[in-house]
């Protein structure tokens, strides 16, 4: 009997999130026993952080779940095309700070995309903003402001644009 692709790699998989977790629980150990002061001081601030960030980050995590069943392939790619206008800039700013998990496991759809005709401008975009994590807002905005945040993220988003533009404009002249 043949095994699916699927099948054969799931065994291959090293649980690296596991080994960082006893690597973070092997680091308090040594904090305990050389200074256990420090050890309760930083525990009680992880702590306080978490309870800070976490109804921030149940928000944002209900809010990206929602706009992974809400946004079809099919409407990407609609948007996307050679004739899109001010909604394909819009989708493909908003599908980059959405998307997540590893860039590798979007280069495919991305590829499928530009093969049935998705402009590569709109493409770049997208890659830019994806650097905008949407989880790790809160800390962003925990450690440098509201203020900053907003700044920064209008700049990164505005860059992008920018950007896609000057791509469009380079493939139109090759």
Partial sequence: MKQSKDTKNKGNKR?????????????????????QKKMQESLILSWNLLVRILPAMAFIILFMGIMHYAVRPGTVMKYMGKAAGGKGWFLAVLTGI???????????????????????????????????????????????????????LFYMVAASLIEGVMIDFINKGA
């Fill in 98 to 152: 959405f998307s997540h998990g590893p860039i590798y496991a979007w280069y495919p759809l991305l590829k499928e995309l530009k093969t049935q005709g998705a402009r590569e401008g709109l493409i770049a975009v997208f890659l830019y903003n994806r650097a905008i994590k949407i989880p790790l807002l809160p800390l962003l905005i925990y450690y440098f402001g509201l203020a900053y945040a907003i700044v920064l």
């Fill in 15 to 35: 649980p690296y999130s596991m080994y960082f977790l006893a690597f973070v629980i092997v680091l308090y150990l040594v904090l305990l026993v050389i200074d």
